[in-house]
């Protein structure tokens, strides 16, 4: 990013870190998302606890680092036992706990969805003025820049056409994660090709019928078997792809907006035939 | 009976063509057929070969299944309301398949073995309740109490299941859908509905002679204990099969064996045959309309309510006619 663009941003983060003046002490988070970029960017005596998810292997990047925390499950009266003076939620937090937490008076922050890697930059910078070390913010988006900006010197001859196959027949279409990442690995999106925005369920004639080269999944919820899990198994798939497998990618690249877009936009460049 | 069963079989033909025809997209289905003579792996040969046939073929094959069956048991029990959906075989076929599905045992046969066992548990349980010649009464009432701890017991198995989308599935597996399936589930639910409508299809004389009587039917030659562990394993490996596979689609077992009834002369024996043709035609019929709403509104319900909303209404009239003395 040129540092004419970045200079809005980092005034922002100034006034942001001249009001929050004294760092947070006790900082609980109850979400994924902040959960991840409160292991990035926060001092270790700083995190008093992290949501129960931040563990799981399959949604969360940095499932080992969580370990070293206690656990929450996001329930009022463990929350009001830890005395938190700072409370880290996601966009989709429960209404009632987040009025219930504002009522007895506790500082709640919540953390927006990232969609893209616009908003990636943003919740970093958010994150660190809120935890007091907005220096660890733009230390971190300029390593995730500078790896970015290696991926992006790899030129591939062709751009195949690929795109995400989810359970009941979900994709990503344009403004997602998934979207983002594929281009920037050298990969056509059919789904935001053929006009899906968002997460959508996509019809299996219309699937057929864009001529997909290759399927990509992230399984949610492996070992585990479904009528929904099942239709990523349909024949016609496999047909569809002369016989190339459907490549599966771990979920915690998409669950959450990070730095680890990198590690996924590394592996699709890798499943290049 | 001649004319009915052939024409009924070109009906049924020309359904299953028509029904290439219909997907969410407009195919060229000729040039697709060609592609696929001539081993060109094209996206329309794809949709033709691997989408629509396996839906049009899995649709026929579970209306037939459900169309004998349905006949079957209204001939051994002498009972017009009873079906496959009635007394719980489709049900306990249902449970059967999402223990094995959901709990880790879905892995090659063990989803259709395991509808298999469970239609068979659950068809007996009623008929043992009720008998054979029992009033009608007694046979609906069993088959409410089945269904009804069946439903809560699919209901909750799936609420327990691990996969997170289990729990939206609920209403696959009790209204039956079959939308989404590949040639790797027909070929699943194959051999158990062959191997069941055969036997099935053998109980013919039996059932004819059953009509007048069993002291009689014994005096041709019939062994009813041999007709009834043929008809309880037929019906429990046909109807096993195919609802571990589409889950329990309602009223086709029920309806159309009333609907050929005439055609047969009253003869059970003659329905079986008219009724698996009637049951393929009703079933896909109900699927194209599936589609074709799908493909107009872009919203995507299970063939089971189409068929119940054609079938209920059919049910309480069958009901109404056998209170007023005709």
Redesign the interface.
């Known amino acids: 990013m040129p540092p004419t663009r970045r200079l809005p941003a980092l005034l922002l983060a100034l006034t942001l870190s001249a009001a929050a003046e004294t760092p947070p002490r006790r900082v609980v988070s109850i979400n994924l998302c902040s959960d991840q970029l409160l292991l990035l960017l926060g001092e270790p005596g700083q995190i008093v606890s992290l949501s129960y998810l931040a563990r799981d292997p399959n949604a969360s990047a940095l499932a080992e680092r969580a370990r070293a925390y206690p656990a929450n499950h996001a329930d009022l009266e463990e929350l009001i036992a830890m005395q938190p003076d700072l409370v880290l939620t996601g966009a989709y937090t429960d209404s009632a706990l987040r009025r219930a937490l504002r009522a007895l008076g506790y500082h709640l922050e919540a953390l927006p969805l990232a969609h893209d890697i616009a908003t990636i930059r943003a919740n970093i910078r958010r994150v660190a003025n809120w935890l007091g070390h907005p220096a660890r913010g733009e230390a971190l988006i300029q390593r995730l820049d500078a790896h970015l900006k290696r991926l992006a010197q790899k030129r591939f001859k062709r751009h195949p056409r690929a795109l995400f196959y989810q359970?009941?027949?979900y994709t990503a279409g344009a403004g997602t994660l998934q979207d983002e990442a594929l281009k920037r690995a050298g990969w056509d999106n059919l789904a935001a090709r053929i006009g899906l925005r968002g997460y959508r369920p996509i019809?299996?004639?219309?699937l057929?019928?864009?001529?997909p080269e290759q399927f990509f999944t992230s399984p949610?919820?492996p070992?585990?078997?479904?009528?929904?899990?099942r239709?990523l198994?349909?024949?016609?798939l496999r047909?569809?792809t002369?016989g190339r497998p459907m490549i599966e990618l771990p979920y915690r690249y998409w669950l959450c907006g990070g730095p680890m877009i990198a590690d996924a936009i590394t592996a699709l460049q890798q499943a290049h035939p | 009976m001649k004319h009915a069963t052939l024409i009924l079989g070109l009906v049924t033909a020309a359904l299953g063509l028509f029904s290439l025809f219909i997907g969410s997209n407009p195919i060229p289905v000729f040039q697709a057929l060609l592609d696929r003579l001539h081993d060109i792996p094209s996206a329309i040969a794809i949709v033709l070969t691997e989408v629509r046939l396996p839906r049009t073929l899995i649709a026929l094959l579970a209306g037939a299944v459900l169309g004998l069956c349905g006949a079957a048991l209204q001939g051994f029990l002498h009972n017009p309301l009873a079906s496959p959906g009635l007394i719980g075989t489709s049900g306990g076929a249902a449970f059967g398949a999402v223990i094995a599905l959901y709990f880790g045992f879905g892995s090659g046969l063990g989803v259709p073995l395991a509808g298999i066992a469970g239609a068979l548990v659950a068809t007996w349980t009623v008929y043992r309740i009720a008998g054979r010649d029992g009033d009608t009464l007694t046979l609906i009432l069993a088959g409410v109490a089945i269904n009804a701890l069946l439903t809560a017991s699919i209901s909750l198995l799936l609420s327990l299941a691990p996969s997170p989308y289990a729990v939206q599935e609920i209403v696959v597996w009790l209204l039956g859908s079959v939308a989404n399936h590949g040639s790797d589930d027909l070929w699943l639910m194959l051999p158990g509905a062959l191997t069941g409508g055969l036997l099935l299809m053998r109980t013919r004389r039996a059932l004819d002679a059953l009509t007048l009587g069993e002291e009689t039917a014994a005096s041709l030659g019939v062994d009813l204990m041999r007709t009834r562990a043929q008809l309880f394993a037929g019906i429990a490996l046909a109807m096993g099969s195919v609802v571990a596979v589409t889950g329990a689609i309602g009223f086709v077992g029920l309806v159309t064996p009333h609907l050929l009834r005439p055609l047969a002369a009253h003869r059970p024996g003659r329905l079986l045959g008219l009724s698996a043709l009637g049951g393929a035609a009703l079933l896909l019929a109900a699927d194209i309309g599936v589609r074709l709403l799908q493909r107009a509104t872009g919203a995507s319900i299970q063939v089971g309510v189409i068929t119940a909303l054609l079938g209920a209404p059919f049910f309480l009239w069958l009901i109404l006619r056998q209170r007023s003395p005709a």
């Not at chain 1, 019809?203 to 219309?206: A, G, I, S, Y």
């Not at chain 1, 057929?208 to 001529?211: E, F, G, M, P, W």
């Open positions: 359970p009941n027949g019809d299996l004639e219309t057929l019928l864009a001529h949610y919820a070992g585990t078997d479904s009528l929904a899990q239709r198994r349909h024949p016609a047909a569809a002369g």
